[in-house]
């Protein structure tokens, strides 16, 4: 099984280097980030405390989470409901970084992440891939950036999706509360697999990141 882990801050280009990946190399990708987006738009949805242990675990213990796959495209289902675009605001983004430092949600969402994993190639990206939910993952690779370009290009994926309102010095404030959160929480903090390749993507194209890791999949024997 070919499990390729990809980890790094909030608008560091996991997201964007992954999906390219894996139609390169014919796999599916995994999108964990959006499986918490989705935990995190129910809790603000019914106004449930992001803080509360006791009442994200009853939230989750009433919450139908699956991932499905159309024409290797993720779906997002939510109590039955595609998410897959509502997901993606700002107040979503905060709402899932609040909701991810909490143990119960992530180790229910990593067994769901393990499941899927273990019965299909993936591409996985997320904060703690490499180090936590697979560490034996296949290859892993840690990208990362200048926070002031990651916010810029957050901004510019949010106008792409018809988000006009956000600044850059929101979309700025909010990845550093979100670097903050995902660096300081108790269990599986954002850090690089000790044996995660770092990609610095500062300044380079997409094109040019994507050559790089497929590089060291080369080397690795996964690039076929």
């Given at each position: 099984?070919?499990?390729?882990?990809?980890?790094?801050?909030?608008?560091?280009?996991?997201?964007?280097?992954?999906?390219?990946?894996?139609?390169?190399?014919?796999?599916?990708?995994?999108?964990?980030?959006?499986?918490?987006?989705?935990?995190?738009?129910?809790?603000?949805?019914?106004?449930?405390?992001?803080?509360?242990?006791?009442?994200?675990?009853?939230?989750?213990?009433?919450?139908?989470?699956?991932?499905?796959?159309i024409?290797?495209?993720?779906?997002?289902?939510?109590?039955?409901?595609?998410?897959?675009?509502?997901?993606?605001?700002?107040?979503?983004?905060?709402?899932?970084?609040?909701?991810?430092?909490?143990?119960?949600?992530?180790?229910?969402?990593?067994?769901?992440?393990?499941?899927?994993?273990?019965?299909?190639?993936?591409?996985?990206?997320?904060?703690?891939?490499?180090?936590?939910?697979?560490?034996?993952?296949?290859?892993?690779?840690?990208?990362?950036?200048?926070t002031?370009?990651?916010?810029?290009?957050?901004?510019?994926?949010?106008?792409?999706?018809?988000?006009?309102?956000?600044?850059?010095?929101?979309?700025?404030?909010?990845?550093?509360?979100?670097?903050?959160?995902?660096?300081?929480r108790?269990?599986?903090?954002?850090?690089?697999?000790?044996?995660?390749?770092?990609?610095?993507?500062?300044?380079?194209?997409?094109?040019?990141?994507?050559?790089?890791?497929?590089?060291?999949?080369?080397?690795?024997?996964?690039?076929?």
């Amino acid at each position: 099984m070919i499990n390729i882990a990809i980890d790094g801050p909030a608008g560091a280009g996991k997201s964007t280097i992954a999906r390219l990946l894996a139609e390169k190399l014919g796999i599916l990708y995994l999108d964990t980030g959006a499986m918490y987006r989705a935990i995190g738009l129910k809790a603000l949805r019914q106004g449930i405390d992001r803080r509360s242990e006791p009442a994200m675990a009853a939230m989750l213990d009433q919450t139908d989470l699956q991932i499905r796959f159309i024409s290797k495209h993720q779906q997002v289902l939510l109590d039955g409901e595609d998410v897959s675009d509502l997901i993606r605001t700002p107040e979503v983004s905060i709402a899932a970084s609040d909701v991810s430092v909490l143990t119960v949600v992530r180790l229910r969402l990593v067994d769901l992440q393990r499941r899927i994993a273990a019965v299909q190639d993936l591409i996985l990206d997320g904060r703690d891939i490499g180090t936590y939910v697979l560490p034996d993952a296949s290859d892993k690779f840690f990208l990362t950036a200048d926070t002031g370009e990651r916010a810029r290009r957050r901004l510019l994926d949010l106008r792409s999706r018809g988000d006009q309102a956000a600044t850059l010095e929101q979309v700025l404030e909010d990845m550093i509360y979100r670097d903050h959160q995902d660096s300081s929480r108790a269990l599986a903090p954002l850090r690089q697999a000790e044996d995660a390749v770092l990609v610095d993507t500062t300044g380079r194209s997409v094109e040019d990141v994507v050559a790089v890791v497929l590089q060291h999949l080369d080397h690795s024997g996964r690039c076929l």
